[in-house]
């Protein structure tokens, strides 16, 4: 059994998805043994409670470098021994040091179809920039911004009639979907890395 670590600033409805993929048996061979947040007030951390999940935040404020708060955080993680690192929603760039920690053991769901509109606004980005399709990706975590091999991803229409709150909600439905799919794929060992191409082989 594969021990997941979820990682969330906020609302965690990913997080809830996973929950709910691993109680359903979508997600196989692993459990959410862990959800850490670096914001005491993230509702992530009372989804978690409710679904009885291990919490823990770590304060960005009592750390005085990304290095410092990164390398307690990869100290904690492996004490609780976590093979796989999931990011949702979590607004924190990673250190080299985390990311070589769990080497293509880290993933991340993104709100558009990279390397489209990488960082913190991708669907308003998307939206005011008016293309006609965005869409979401799970990706490894590399060093950059949202720039590791992809893993999945899907497209969706932007339509005239679309509000940042539509196009949200139907971009997160999309995620709720794929992300349980990729965790699942990964923690099977279903997805092979040819340099920057991730071949999923699920026969
Ligand atoms: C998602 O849209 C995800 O793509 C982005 O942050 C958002 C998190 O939403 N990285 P939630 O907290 O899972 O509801």
């Known amino acids: ?17 996973i929950l709910d993929a691993v109680e359903s048996g979508a997600i196989t061979g692993a459990a959410v043994t862990l959800v850490i947040s670096d914001k005491l007030d993230a509702f992530a951390l009372k989804r978690a409670a409710a679904s009885n999940v291990p919490t823990k935040c770590f304060l960005p404020a009592e750390y005085s470098t990304r290095e410092e708060y990164d390398g307690a955080l990869v100290t904690y993680l492996q004490a609780m021994q976590i093979d796989l690192v999931v990011l949702a929603g979590f607004m924190r760039l990673l250190t080299p040091y ?18 489209a509109f990488p960082g ?39 339509n005239d009639h ?39 082989n699920d026969n």
């Open 120 to 158: 913190a606004h991708g669907v308003a980005d998307a939206l005011a920039y008016g293309v006609k399709v965005t869409g979401c990706t799970i990706h490894f975590v590399d060093e950059g911004m949202d720039t590791g091999p992809i893993i999945l991803q899907e497209a969706l229409t932007i």
């Open 162 to 200: 679309d509000t940042m709150e539509s196009l949200q909600q139907r971009i997160h439905e999309l995620e709720h979907r794929l992300y349980p799919q990729a965790i699942d794929l990964c923690v099977r060992g279903k997805i092979k890395l040819e340099g920057r191409r991730c071949l999923i």
């Open 1 to 17: 059994m594969k021990k997941i670590a979820v990682l969330a600033s906020g609302n965690g409805s990913n997080l809830q998805a």
């Open 98 to 115: 985390f990311v070589a920690a769990y080497p293509r053991q880290i993933m991340n769901i993104h709100p558009s179809l990279l390397p």
